[in-house]
């Protein structure tokens, strides 16, 4: 089988996604994901010009080789373009190793290691009133584990609450929206919302909490200190994450389980929080995490130290990264959770899929490969439109993370 070209599908149902679509001379084709949030275009000229080049004519079934020769031979290494870029090929080569077999793609990983994947919703809301009954929804829709975030009071707006409710998108057209943080005002305001939840639900739903890259280590040490006795799930992204260092000082000081990696985007931004066993969760995912090549290394080191995979699976991750990791979740050894922002209908219309939800859990389909489509007509009713983050800043007016 050799590869005969490869295109760039952007589409906007709603959100910008960027797909690869690889094709090969005996009619197979496979897909893979290449959105980055707020930076669609730059990986969409990566591809087109320094990649979709070089996979023609090379055998689709030789996937560690193309993979390697992606990764070492940019001679740049890593970063968020290029690893997204590695991910999508490496995904659309699975998808047609397995459809090639005729197995769905978690088989060729080494099979079913559970039935389901649990997954965790996002619950927001204005105030703690608000984020409770959003929890309670989700409970009620059959979740067994739900993130919990809540504005601020004396914040106009805050990470993770949004104006659509089930379909929480952070980015905006135009220039980037600007919010104002206060790391003390939210540090009041987060144990009384746990508090509430506990109380209203108990302890059966698992909850969880994102803190969105915004604190410094002794102040996530408070923080986690004062969640310890509502037993979260975990406690995401407490501070930046390029000083792996870091986490030593909050693992110090609390037991609440910690998470990290959705921007991370190889091994080596990891290495030190998985081997000095820093973190709970590992969060790297398919898409910006170089594949399910580059993935499935990462859970092996994660495994030898007892922590537990939690790929990242918002909104801007599009269904074919979340169809690739359900395969991957479905036979990882050491699954912990699966992020699962729902996305919108004329999203699962663009990219028809074969996994469901039901009961907390979604589950993967047998159809042979990765399972997720696109529908190239109907994707091209729906433009690009250039979209940013929102950037943050102290009250002061100084730069901060969003
Ligand atoms: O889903 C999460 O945990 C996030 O933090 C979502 C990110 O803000 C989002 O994917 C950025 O594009
Ligand atoms: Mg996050």
């Known amino acids: 089988m050799k590869i005969i070209g ?86 659309a080569l699975w998808d047609i190793k397995a459809k090639a077999a005729g197995l769905p793609l978690y088989q060729l990983l080494g099979g079913r290691s559970r039935d389901g994947v649990m997954v965790y919703g996002h619950a927001n809301g204005g105030d703690i009133e608000e984020t409770a009954d959003e929890v309670a929804k989700y409970i009620a829709l059959g979740y067994r584990a739900v993130r919990a975030q809540s504005g601020v009071p004396g914040l106009a707006s805050t990470y993770g609450v949004a104006r659509d409710k089930m379909f929480y998108e952070p980015a905006d057209t135009g220039l980037p929206t600007e919010n104002i943080w206060s790391s003390e005002k939210y540090l009041r305001h987060i144990p009384a919302l746990f508090d509430k939840l506990r109380d209203r639900f108990g302890f059966e739903c698992h909850l969880l909490h994102d ?5 410094t280590p002794i102040e996530a040490a408070r923080l986690g200190k004062d969640l310890e006795t509502y037993r979260l799930f975990w406690l995401e992204d407490a ?9 030593r000082l909050i693992r110090r000081h609390t037991t609440t389980p910690l998470a990290v990696g959705e921007v991370f985007n190889s091994i080596h931004d990891c290495r030190q929080l998985i081997s000095e066993q820093l973190i709970d969760y590992i969060r790297t995912s398919v898409v910006h995490a170089g594949g399910i090549t580059h993935l499935r290394r990462i859970a092996a080191l994660a495994e030898l130290f007892h922590v537990r995979t939690g790929c990242h699976g918002a909104t801007d991750l599009s269904p074919v990264c979340l169809g690739a990791a359900l395969h991957f979740d479905t036979w990882v050894p050491n699954f912990g959770i699966q992020e699962y922002m729902r996305h919108t209908e004329a999203t699962d219309e663009v990219f028809p899929h074969s996994y469901h939800f039901a009961d907390g859990y979604l589950y993967v389909g047998e159809a042979p490969g990765h399972g997720v489509d ?12 250039r979209a940013f983050l929102p950037v943050n800043r102290l009250e002061d007016g100084t730069m901060f993370n969003w």
């Not at 959105?35 to 320094?50: K, S």
């Not at 803190?211 to 604190?215: D, F, G």
């Not at 930046?240 to 870091?246: F, K, L, P, W, Y």
């Open 6 to 91: 490869g295109r760039v599908v952007v589409t906007c149902p709603g959100r910008n996604f960027v797909t690869l679509k690889v094709e090969t001379d005996e009619g197979i084709y496979g897909i893979g994901d290449a959105t980055l949030n707020g930076r669609e275009q730059a990986v969409v000229a990566y591809l087109q010009e320094h990649v979709i080049p070089c996979l023609v004519g090379r055998d689709p079934q030789q996937i560690e080789d193309a993979w390697q020769y992606l990764y070492r031979g940019a001679y740049w290494r890593r970063g968020p373009v290029t690893m997204c870029a590695i991910a999508a090929v490496d995904t």
């Open 211 to 215: 803190v969105h890259h915004r604190l």
């Open 239 to 247: 501070v930046t994450c390029e000083n792996q260092e870091s986490f």
């Open 374 to 385: 696109i529908d190239e007509t109907l994707a091209a009713r729906y433009p690009y439109r």
